[in-house]
């Protein structure tokens, strides 16, 4: 399990109902993030990607796009290019748990809505926040607070937002700089936990699932 390459998964919503729109899908893997951003029909600013890549170490591909549809569409042609046949496993925080979790099932709503496939279906995946709460004693069970408790701070001087639902309000406003910063914030936290976890438990620890809606669990 451990010699597949890991690739990180985020998103960015308007909010939690069925009617609510993604904002932002990000993908972080070892040499660079890719970024897709919904700009809502508004224009996006100038040399965006140019100045977010000033502010960070290792750089991002970002794209605007003028509706979720056209980023889901986007995003699909993506995974289908680089991802899909290739050696990657698909990681999440609380992305697909036993009980729900957030990011697959809001994508898998949004897809319908859409009447768009589901991209993920040569993916195996690993949901990170399991593997923090069965083999790791933490105070903390978000994202940003196993991450600061166990690795320090050093994504939060990346991040402009000290909560999640700010990004709701960020993307409402048009203050598309800070959402990005903060959807790679997430991304970046979660594969830096994954390698971490990776380094101290058995590969038993990693409970993987095919995404592929047709197959028998790996």
């Not at 319908?112 to 496939?117: E, I, M, S």
């Not at 589901?118 to 196993?146: C, H, I, K, M, Q």
Request: net charge negative; hydrophobic share 40%; charged share 25%.
């Amino acid at each position: 399990m451990t010699d597949l390459k890991t690739v990180a998964f985020d998103i960015e919503t308007t909010g939690f109902a069925t009617t609510d729109r993604l904002t932002v899908v990000g993908f972080d893997a070892a040499i660079s993030s890719r970024v897709f951003l919904n700009l809502g029909g508004c224009t996006s600013p100038p040399e965006l990607e140019q100045r977010l890549n000033e502010e960070l170490e290792t750089p991002i591909t970002l794209s605007v796009h003028d509706s979720e549809a056209a980023l889901l569409k986007a995003m699909t042609a993506f995974v289908d290019a680089t991802l899909a046949d290739q050696e990657y496993k698909l990681i999440a925080y609380n992305g697909d748990t036993w009980n729900g979790g957030f990011d697959l099932p809001f994508l898998r709503t949004r897809l319908t809505t859409h009447n768009l496939g589901w991209p993920f279906a040569e993916l195996p995946y690993v949901e990170v926040l399991d593997v923090f709460e069965s083999r790791f004693n933490t105070t903390e069970d978000t994202l940003d607070g196993v991450y600061e408790e166990l690795i320090g701070a050093g994504l939060g001087d990346v991040d402009p937002f000290a909560d999640s639902a700010e990004a709701v309000t960020a993307w409402e406003n048009g203050a598309f700089e800070q959402l990005v910063l903060h959807n790679v914030a997430d991304i970046r936290r979660t594969r830096a936990l994954m390698e971490l976890a990776e380094r101290y438990c058995s590969k038993s620890d990693f409970p993987m699932k095919s995404l592929d809606p047709v197959s028998n669990p790996i």
